[in-house]
């Protein structure tokens, strides 16, 4: 495989990773807006926001079936259009019934779509032989902070779903799938193993540390995004305006740490950088659950999303790592635990917070972040390492 179609193939990739972070951030950051459009009760609501997960994990489960086939780039080719016509599906309906179907195909949909990215991204890592993985997933964070810019700008400007949604589709859902005849995945030449193969090659046992990092640290990641605002104004006492800003904050350190991360795992290793993150998340959690006034609480949120931000994407990547035969359906497994923390994280914070405080909320998922430390050796198998230095020797760089 040429150097050039590596690099062709890692910028579309990155570019299908954009744009997935700005089509679920567009959705999620717009739930009030859909609860008023279609009259769903507080009551119903939480149903409907724990089927999207539920039916996301059912997608991946599904995928891990269908790349024993098909290559993974074309379950990713056509399942993002499906996801982007699904969030449109959502800002047009009317009736409930149709807010309900266009929410379960977003979430078999987005299912398929990020266990067949996280797949192409395991391979095209394993192609160019050093860490890139990070820097898919600051993809990823850069989208969400565009989504999420994106529908402020809707409810600033009191703009329906329709018209907030139907601009970011015509822009994205061609570009995706233009950019998605660029796509390519390392040793690409054969399918992996039929599906009892692979199945057979991929032990839970081993596997089983790494889906509870990817649990803990989307706990994590949950109790942010769902919390974050009401901890700062309800416990810290902020101001409406002002309990806002946790999450954009999170965002973008999320990004920047994910942009800089890859130089971190080639220089350190896998091992060390998850484990630094993983200190870095658990001291965030301790500055909120302690914090005295807003901008210390905001403090610890922008610790959280630095540490945080290296655990996923190295997760992934040790998965592939660790099942190189078998990396797709290992992955595709992997991925079912990303729906797990999210479905327990958010009720488990605020029943905690009802029961006890939100102060002490706060440090469950320090705990179990902080239980990442006792897999980190998972991340640090010498299939980790792509020869000395934990670089592959003599490989080029493709950029």
């Known amino acids: 495989m040429t150097d050039a179609r590596l690099r062709h193939g890692r910028a579309s990739l990155a570019l299908s990773f954009f744009v997935q972070g700005a089509t679920f951030a567009l959705l999620v950051t717009r739930i009030p807006a859909i609860q008023d459009r279609y009259g769903i009760s507080d009551g119903l609501l939480p149903v409907f926001l724990a089927a999207v997960p539920i039916l ?16 993974p780039r074309v379950v990713l080719r056509w399942t993002q259009p499906v996801v ?26 987005v299912g398929a779509l990020d266990a067949s990215m996280n797949m192409m991204g395991v391979s095209l890592q394993r192609a160019y032989g050093r860490s890139i993985m990070l820097g898919f997933h600051a993809a990823y964070s850069l989208g969400g902070i565009a989504g999420a810019s994106m529908a402020w700008a809707g409810a600033h400007w009191d703009l329906s779903l329709l018209v907030s949604y139907l601009p970011a589709v015509v822009v994205l859902l061609p570009a995706a799938f233009i950019g998605s005849r660029w796509y390519v995945e390392g040793g690409e030449e054969t399918p992996e193993k039929g599906a009892a ?15 509870l990092v990817m649990a803990f640290a989307y706990i994590g990641d949950s ?5 974050s605002a009401k901890y700062l104004q309800d416990v810290l006492g902020s101001s409406e305006q002002l309990s806002t800003v946790p999450y954009n904050v999170y965002m973008v350190t999320t990004l920047l740490g994910r942009a800089v991360g890859d130089l971190g795992v080639r220089r350190f290793g896998a091992v060390a950088v998850v484990r630094g993150g993983t200190v870095l998340a658990a001291g965030g959690f301790g500055v909120v659950a302690l914090a005295g006034g807003a901008w210390t609480g905001m403090l610890g949120f922008t610790l959280l ?19 190189p035969g078998a990396s797709d359906t290992a992955i595709a497994r992997l991925n079912i635990f990303n729906y797990v923390g999210f479905l ?12 006890w405080s939100y102060r002490g909320a706060m440090l469950v998922p320090m705990v179990l972040v902080l239980a990442t430390l006792l897999y980190a050796k998972s ?16 490989t080029a760089d493709v950029g």
């Open 56 to 71: 996301a994990g059912a997608g991946s489960v599904l995928t891990e079936k269908v790349v024993a086939r098909v290559r």
């Open 84 to 109: 982007l016509l699904a969030l449109l599906g959502v800002g047009a309906g009317s009736e409930l019934w149709q807010a309900a179907l266009a929410l379960g195909v977003f979430g078999l949909a």
């Open 197 to 211: 193969g692979a199945a057979g090659a991929v032990s839970f046992r081993l596997l089983l540390p790494l889906c």
């Open 223 to 227: 109790t942010v995004s769902n919390w």
């Open 305 to 323: 999303g630095l540490g945080l931000c290296v655990i996923v994407p190295q997760t992934f990547a040790a998965a592939g790592r660790m099942f």
């Open 344 to 355: 327990v994280g958010s009720p488990l914070v605020g029943a905690l917070g009802d029961a």
């Open 379 to 394: 991340f640090g198998a010498e299939p980790a390492r792509y020869g000395g230095g934990h670089e592959r020797p003599r």
